[in-house]
């Protein structure tokens, strides 16, 4: 006969549940701590950075105060081709920068620019730090381009300044028109001496050390042919004064006659 009788398993005693209670509790408790540390993690980089940036702060801030000096201005400095010095210095406070000038494009005589810019700053051309804070403001394009990447701290004084200024852009004098341009300019047909004489003086102004004589005989050269250049010729004026006299006296005739 078969024996169907089942072994009795052994009931678990009491310490063995208190044993099995706490690594329960444990479990949970770390678990709990891995939630939480997860969720602060993006938190906790911020602030550690935040307060890597404070603790810096503080320090360059208790540094300057023992030291005494001024913090730099970096983005200045950064941007700025001029050496320390010329940055540092102060300004008058009567300082007044003539407008006179006009601003240097790229496509006239960089010497002539030069030259023009410390006539105008006379008063102040012992002064090197007025003459190259002064001179970017009368630059323009291609030239203000070119200042604005110069080396950081590379000039230190005017005279050095000038002589890139005037080395780099040395090859813009093919762009400056002589004497012999004048003879392109031509009375129309149907243009009044009034725009002709315009266009002429305009023109005139543009040219370095334009010699009387020659502007006189480009401009009399010019004339369409009537009567007034034929009274031009009779008579024969020396002087770019006299010249003028008689034109003025022929543009009223011609704007009574078109009134």
């Not at 005494?68 to 009567?94: A, C, L």
């Not at 006179?100 to 002539?112: F, N, Q, R, S, W």
Request: glycine fraction near 4%; include cysteine; proline fraction near 6%.
């Amino acid at each position: 006969m078969t024996d169907h009788s089942v072994t009795p398993q052994a009931n678990p005693t009491t310490a063995e549940v208190l044993a099995a209670n706490a690594a329960l509790l444990a479990d949970n408790q770390q678990m709990t701590d891995l939630l939480a540390t997860l969720q602060n993690n993006d938190e906790g980089k911020k602030d550690k950075k935040q307060a890597a940036n404070e603790a810096h702060e503080e320090h360059q801030s208790e540094s300057n105060a023992k030291t005494g000096e001024t913090p730099p201005k970096i983005e200045q400095r950064q941007s700025s081709p001029f050496s320390k010095e010329i940055m540092d210095f102060e300004m008058p406070k009567n300082f007044t920068l003539p407008m006179t000038l006009a601003p240097y494009k790229g496509i006239e005589d960089p010497k002539v620019h030069v030259t023009k810019f410390e006539s105008m700053m006379f008063f102040n051309s012992d002064s090197d730090p007025i003459l190259c804070r002064s001179f970017p403001t009368f630059l323009d394009g291609a030239s203000l381009l070119w200042f604005s990447n110069l080396p950081r701290g590379s000039i230190s004084n005017f005279d050095e300044f000038a002589k890139l200024f005037i080395n780099h852009f040395a090859a813009s004098k093919i762009y400056v028109r002589d004497s012999d341009y004048l003879s392109t300019i031509k009375q129309g047909q149907h243009k009044s001496l009034k725009d002709y004489m315009t266009r002429f003086t305009v023109a005139a102004m543009e040219i370095p050390n334009l010699n009387p004589e020659v502007q006189l005989h480009a401009i009399k050269s010019g004339l369409r042919p009537r009567k007034f250049q034929e009274a031009i010729a009779v008579a024969k004026p020396k002087t770019l004064e006299e010249f003028r006299d008689k034109a003025t006296g022929q543009i009223e005739i011609e704007e009574l006659r078109e009134a």
